[in-house]
């Protein structure tokens, strides 16, 4: 069922949508923007508390003289592994987070993947001060369990988002993410200045565990499973899903025709794309705020946050201008898809390229802000895909694209990191201009083979499926 019809039905519930607790799905919604807050913040911490952890502090002894101490002596390039080494973990378990959560249920393997995060989150000042291999091991372990959340949302989004709504849903969700950054990168900041980095580990681990304690109070896996859901509101879903309650259906994969499809491979290419920008500005903002434009600690904090500020912005309105153009027939939901992603793509390009020209304070904000805010629309083009092309194998495509995705996480800090040894302005171009290029290579890439149509190997798979079904209620009836 697509967008436009599923609009047609009522879910039976007699308040407006921005009443959110009057409807058990946007409960999950409301949950689902706190969890992603806390999979962003136990994740960005570190960008801005090791700049407190490698500072050079000018002291006094006892005897009066003026000296300087440094809690630990990481060179640039080493500070890259260890920004990195959360990625290394977050790349293997994708497709396992897609795979498992059909099985186990999206929002119970979402839920561990970060009350596990937010509990190694506490441990991480002791293994900082055990030595960076330590650190290092921590953060792989936490891109291990944070791996799973993405496909596991879209596991529990194709069971709870009609298709009408499917794009705000996830888009107010995800959203969370940036509000967890806008929130982390400053605070982290006034933590690390006021009570030390370990601080900023001490705060989010906590948070992240209080938050796993009110998810599994509330949330449920699907429809079916949540007692307090209204009957109409449960019809609503199971109707415009063209699901049946009661029955659950082993799912099959279609692993070659997914691996070979030309509109995964330019979704996957697009995550890529997306997140090399993301990652480079994400993991080095800070430092290059504070080095090469020349703020304090708390300054490059605060700064860091505001180009997300604007993406969690842009995300939801966003989602909701998608949501509207397909129902309205304005726009298919294919040309949707390309416009937001390769319009997106193309005006990161042009501010990336004119704030590496300027590298001056207030024009290179502006345009770094407007770049990041810019993933808001491409999120609502080649994010959703999973869903557009195939509802059952959402989780496992999904796996599949942030997969590939992650691993710009892991190239892009590294790459920053061996290019800006001394901190240079130039240096800095240097990697602004590698990050335009990913845009162009992303925007063609899209343009060319991006898609919003369900693929016809999820079709056939559905069809079998169908037929299957089929059989066994002939053979009950007699």
Request: glycine share 10%; proline share 4%; charged share 15%.
């Amino acid at each position: 069922m697509d967008a436009i019809e599923s609009s047609k039905l009522s879910d039976g519930v007699n308040a407006p949508l921005w009443l959110f607790w009057k409807r058990r799905r946007y409960i999950l919604v409301f949950m689902t923007f706190f969890g992603f807050f806390n999979v962003y913040s136990l994740r960005v911490n570190l960008s801005v508390a090791i700049i407190a952890m490698t500072e050079i502090r000018e002291v006094l002894d006892a005897n009066g003289l003026a000296g300087f101490e440094q809690d630990f002596d990481w060179s640039s390039s080493l500070q890259g592994y260890i920004l990195s080494a959360f990625f290394y973990g977050y790349l293997f378990t994708q497709v396992l987070g897609g795979y498992i959560s059909s099985r186990f249920g999206g929002t119970n393997v979402f839920g561990v993947g970060i009350a596990g995060t937010a509990i190694l989150t506490l441990l991480t000042p002791l293994a900082a001060l055990g030595g960076f291999g330590w650190l290092i091991a921590i953060r792989v372990l936490e891109g291990l369990l944070e791996g799973v959340t993405f496909p596991c949302s879209h596991a529990f989004w194709s069971q709870w988002a009609p298709p009408s709504e499917r794009s705000r849903m996830s888009s107010i969700a995800f959203s969370g993410a940036f509000a967890g950054t806008v929130v982390t990168m400053p605070l982290s900041g006034v933590l690390a200045s006021s009570w030390g980095w370990e601080s900023v580990f001490y705060v989010f681990g906590t948070i992240g565990c209080i938050w796993y304690l009110a998810w599994i109070l509330v949330v449920r896996n699907s429809p079916e499973d949540d007692k307090y859901i209204t009957i109409e509101e449960k019809n609503f879903i199971l109707e415009s899903l063209g699901r049946i309650e009661g029955r659950f259906e082993s799912i099959k994969h279609p692993w070659k025709s997914m691996l070979t499809s030309k509109a995964v491979i330019a979704m996957c290419l697009a995550s890529f794309t997306e997140d090399w920008g993301y990652y480079t500005l994400l993991t080095g903002l800070p430092t290059f705020l504070k080095t090469v434009l020349h703020f304090d600690l708390q300054s490059s904090g605060v700064l860091s946050a505001l180009p997300y500020l604007a993406m969690g912005i842009l995300l939801s309105s966003a989602g909701y201008l998608a949501d509207w153009l397909q129902i309205q027939g304005w726009l298919s939901t294919t040309q949707v898809r390309k416009c937001f992603t390769c319009g997106a793509f193309l005006i990161q390009l042009v501010c990336i390229i004119i704030g590496a020209l300027f590298l001056i304070p207030v024009p290179t904000m502006v345009c770094v802000t407007i770049a990041v805010g810019m993933g808001g629309f491409a999120w609502n083009g080649y994010f959703v895909n999973p869903l557009d092309f195939s509802p059952r194998s959402a989780g496992v495509l999904m796996g599949i694209a942030n997969g590939f995705a992650t691993i710009a996480g892991v190239v892009s800090p590294l790459v920053s990191g061996y290019l800006t040894p001394t901190n240079g302005e130039n240096e800095w171009r240097v990697v602004f201009y590698i990050t335009g290029g990913v845009y162009l290579f992303g925007t063609l890439v899209y343009w060319c083979w991006g898609s919003g149509d369900p693929q016809p190997w999820s079709l056939e798979a559905t069809k079998g499926r169908c037929k299957e079904a089929e059989e066994c209620e002939k053979q009950s009836s007699k």
